[in-house]
């Protein structure tokens, strides 16, 4: 084990991937010389070269579809966009290209390539750069979904992404980039899809949750401790697949479901967990759940303003209050 | 220069386009296709000149109106008429019907639906060749329409200053939908974009065999050397509309005439074959025979596969392995 950031873990296993098979190979704006920037490329070029850590020229479409054609034509690349919110620039390429080419070809074609990117609030960079995008990749068919929300699972779901055969949206958060944990020395750790993971254990209310909001929804976990009430808090980490079994057996447990998210409330994916685990469930369930996601307004640059649109600690403390209607 | 096995092998592929096209408008109109049917009626010589030039290695990425590439590289008339039957015998198990016809063994990366879409996509094939030191070439075939896409200006771009094997054969056929050209793009040429790349652009007549193929020729040869990427126009004309319920009130019957008089492909290139003394005018109409008979025993396959069991309408979302 070594204590990395969660930005090194995803180096590392960039490196270790790049090392093991010659055909992974990473594109994107400014990975070279500046290593992307959070640094998740730093130096690689050095040991690489730079026609594999290649730098592109600032044309979203041409890099998704470019990475799209060469995992067409035999390689493997990671292709990286500088935020989640520029993959509108190259929805084409994305959702009716990436995503479906397998399908549309009849089973015929094999599209091994991650898209990396970073998302979120937490860095002031406001409407078009702060989003959080991941409900829309769960909702075209075609493309896995995975979002580590600390530094070994960025490794583990990182090497798996590389690893697979099909086309994987890879979610980042900003601000999870300096957060430091002990990741796996091992370079074949890897974390399947479809696992969640429960963060901590608890017996009165369940709490959904993924991303930066993993350790809000552990701090609000920790106030309810002190008011007698035992959270059980559970990150899905992959989207697609989903692994609704361990929140269905959790809700059988505690009767009670939160579900959070940093995206935007309306249609986001935490609505889909709910219906679910509400067919899955229903009879087990002693309050309506609850949903918390950012609010039906853009992102907004001031940190008071932004901090009023995502959901707070509190707001989950007392969502799962109500839910024990406490 | 073409020399006689090569002639005839274009001159064959051109019927085997034109038959399967007129094939696919006589079913549709009889009920027996249906969806979004493109067809390449007249613009055979540009897919047959380029495709002469590749082998298996070589991958190409096409468009809406991509029967002819497809066929051109590789693709059999039985199992693409299949497709667009929607049969389970077709190229995409009957999912995907006339605008996605792709052979990856055969280095065919896809007909691509989107206008504009599969030009980034030839350009990252593109790319895997020169990672692995491949002695081969990428083409991205695409219309006058697509080139006012984003993805022409990006995909061109990145091209050029990576210096890759990709050559981008445009097919304008005068129309975008209905749009004509004069009124949608602001060059006389569209290989005149080439300048703002770096790189050769050259326009040629898009019914000339001959023409298409030089051109190629020479990209190809610039291509290998490492010396990147050129736009080649071939001005050409779709004898059917845009697509097969298409009104056509955008232009005349005499207009229509005038080209398959006057620039047939097929008719021009087998009157080159004969004076050249490369064919005689029964090999070239033994060659016409032969495709017909082949197009027959497609229709024949194509109505008599199956549909497909929606049981397995979930397949291949993901690769499994």
Redesign the interface.
Known sequence: MAKLTYAQAIRKVIQEEMQRDDKVFCMGEDCEKLGGVFGTTRDLYKEFGTDRIRNTPISESAIVGAAVGAASAGMRPIAELMYWDFAFVAADQIFNQMAKTRYVFGGNAKIPMVLRSQQGTGRGNAATHSQSLETIFMHIPGVKVACPSTPAEAAGLLRTAIRDDNPVCFFEHKALYITKGEVPDDPDFCIPFGKADIKREGTDVTIVTNLLYVSRALEAAEELAKEGISAEVIDPRTLVPFDYDTVEASVKKTGRLVVVHEAHKNCGWGAQVITEISNRAFRYLDAAPIHLGAKACPLPFNPGLEAAVIPSVKEIVDACKATLYR | MIDKKTGLWIYNKMHEIRDFEETAWTLFTENKLRGSVHLYTGEEAVAASVCAQLTDED?I?STHRGHGHCIGKGAELDRALAELMGKAT????G??GSM?I????KGN??A???VG?G???????????K??NKPNV?VAFFGDGASNQ??FH??I??AA?WKLPCIYVVENNQFGMTVPVWQSTSVENISDRAAAYGIPGVTVDGNDVVAVYEAFAAAKERAIKGEGPTIIECKTYRWRGHWTGDPEVYRTREEVEDWKENRDPIKRFGEYLVKKKLATKKELEEIAAAAAKKMEEAVEFALNSPEPDPEHVM?????E?
């Open positions: 991958l990425a077709g190229y995409c198990k999912r995907s996605h792709a052979d990856f063994t990366l896809g691509n639906a989107i879409g030009i980034p996509i030839a350009t990252g094939g593109a790319l895997a060749l990672m692995q990428a984003g993805t990006e995909s771009n990145m200053v397949d291949d979302v993901f690769y392995g």
